[in-house]
């Protein structure tokens, strides 16, 4: 098993950096899944993790300039780590400015991801800083744990409005009530939904257009619901909030399936790397 | 907007209905007075008064007249409700508080009478929110009596010349002790804190000062935990009137300028903590 990379590029080093950012504000721990062509950061939707699932893939090529990758053997060329995506995130802050950036995974004493950032420097000897990230390899008898969930049979897909505004409103809402209820029909109109005790607030939300989903038989699986009716979801409002707060910069399509009364499942896709989040509904 | 001030079919009329192009206007004035979580408004056909309390010891109020609203109609004398004034600020910045040039969130709001619910309608962008906020049995308020024939001395300031010496209070002391004098030192802040006492003081000749009536020599000391909200209006405002009555209740009253220009007045009122009045 061997994984070495290297990213010379400033722009592509920030735009790693952003990607690390978000997905340490989704979750504390995760696997990491490299490829020959991609690398993974997936959360399986456990109980532990409160049932919310993370995958998030990015092509290495639009990332790295050098990237050899080794698999456990021949027929199974990838590696699974678990690692704190946190860890990584701090590593890349000391990198702002960097040279470059070259990883590794090393087994010193333990099982490492060794990130060294080279700075510039006035003397002609380079100033290097390196963060060795203690990593857990996953065996590959549990691989299977961590397959792309397939997109589940919803029965409202709905392009999000301006996640600013969107996050304005979670924000607010998340100081009156846990939970949040979202809602949403086929003629692109979609709610957020708070009651408690004391107040009940609703935004309404419109004109958000819906995605066509063309499925194997070449049917659109909506055709037979009734335009207005609203598909709903009540889920944690944190988890939410948490999902909004790590979008540093606006995806290029930002849209979420809803299974009533069980998951909405949010897609959030950029030039690089693409974002899918599932969210239990609370029982 | 397209809601009528009176849906088809209600079962009774709405006793206080309120439009506001901006909400801000609003949630601004409400946010100095923001030192507890409950607060009582009062509608009449002048406008509306927010009155915040705390330990029988200090009142707050907030007052925007019926002119900086779009409408303002109440439809008896003095319509009176306690609400969570926590909730209403959230629900009246549900868009964010950053103001970008051009965009503010347009207001109605509505109350149908004891027993129901503020109705607050919120659109910014063409997205609405509508907010439903429950309401309370009006609680009885200190009444501070205030009137300008008890005034003892009253100072008059820009409101920039006190806003470093609140900001930077000395919090380690329990109080803060206000000097107001027909001779030096004319108008004194001081405070007792770990590090030692300090001394703020101006001179009635001061550029800062607008108007100087003071009669006695009077010194009072006042909680500092009750008077360190008024910083919030105090930052608002581009003037500030300092009053004082014979007993040493104190009087701060706010001009503040909101985006418009228009003019609202926050005010405060603080039960002094000692009484230490010299009298000449």
Request: a negative charge; one cysteine or more.
């Amino acid at each position: 098993m061997r994984f070495r990379a290297k990213i010379v590029d400033l722009a592509c080093l920030n735009h790693f950096s952003r990607v690390i950012n978000t997905i340490a504000k989704l979750a504390k721990t995760c696997t990491l899944r490299l490829t020959v062509s991609k690398l993974y950061f997936i959360l399986s939707d456990k109980v532990a993790n409160g049932g919310v699932g993370m995958w998030c893939e990015l092509n290495q090529g639009n990332f790295f300039d050098e990237f050899q990758m080794e698999g456990v053997d021949a027929e199974h060329n990838e590696i699974y780590l678990e690692l704190m995506p946190e860890n990584l995130s701090r590593a890349l802050k000391t990198a702002q400015n960097a040279n470059a950036v070259k990883m590794k995974l090393t087994n010193k004493h333990c099982p490492c991801l060794r990130v060294a950032v080279e700075l510039p420097s006035l003397s002609s000897s380079s100033r290097i800083v390196t963060h060795d990230i203690p990593v857990g390899v996953i065996p590959r008898r549990l691989w299977n744990d961590f397959r792309e969930p397939s997109v589940p049979d919803f029965d409202v897909s709905i392009y999000l409005p301006v996640l600013k505004t969107m996050k304005s409103v979670v924000d607010r809402m998340k100081n009156l009530s846990n939970s949040i209820m979202i809602e949403a029909n086929l003629s692109g109109e979609m709610n957020l939904k708070i009651e408690t005790d004391l107040v009940c607030v609703t935004t309404h939300f419109k004109d958000l257009g819906n995605p066509s989903w063309a499925l194997e038989d070449g049917c659109q699986s909506s055709q037979d619901r009734d335009p207005e009716s609203m598909a709903e979801a009540r889920i944690d409002i944190r988890k939410l909030q948490q999902l909004l707060a790590g979008q540093q910069v606006n995806p290029t399509k930002a849209l979420c399936n809803i299974v009533s009364k069980r998951v909405v499942h949010f897609i959030l896709l950029h030039e690089d790397v693409s974002l899918q989040y599932f969210i239990p509904a609370l029982t | 907007m397209p809601l009528s001030a009176q849906p088809p079919g209600s079962a009774e009329p709405y006793l206080l209905t309120a439009s506001l192009d901006n909400a801000r206007h609003l949630s601004s004035l409400l946010r100095a007075v923001h030192f507890q979580d409950h607060a009582t408004c009062f509608a009449t056909v002048n406008g509306l008064r927010v009155t915040v309390e705390d330990a029988k010891c200090v009142q707050a109020n907030a007052f925007i007249q019926a002119e900086i609203f779009q409408e303002f109609a109440v439809q008896e004398q003095t319509v009176t409700f306690r609400i969570n004034l926590s909730v209403l600020l959230d629900c009246l910045t549900i868009f964010g508080t950053s103001s970008l040039p051009g965009t503010s969130t347009a207001l109605r709001m509505c109350y149908r009478g004891y027993g129901y619910p503020l109705m607050l309608f919120l659109e910014e962008g063409g997205v609405v929110t509508v907010c439903k906020i429950n309401t309370q049995e009006p609680e009885d308020l200190l009444d501070f009596d205030f009137c300008s024939t008890k005034v003892v001395n009253k100072i008059i300031l820009q409101s920039e010349g006190l806003r470093k010496a609140f900001a930077e209070l000395d919090m380690t002391s329990e109080v803060m002790q206000i000097t107001m004098s027909p001779d030096k030192p004319y108008f004194r802040l001081s405070t007792f804190g770990n590090a030692g006492s300090a001394h703020l003081d101006y001179s009635k000749d001061s550029d800062l000062i607008e108007a100087f009536h003071c009669n006695q020599t009077q010194t009072n000391r006042y909680k500092i935990s009750l008077l360190k909200p008024s910083t919030k209006a105090l930052a608002l405002s581009c003037k500030v009137s300092i009053r004082t009555d014979a007993q040493g209740f104190l009087s701060l009253q706010y001009m503040i300028r909101n985006e418009d220009g228009q003019i609202c007045f926050v005010e405060y009122y603080c039960c002094p903590d000692e009484n230490i009045t010299e009298e000449m």
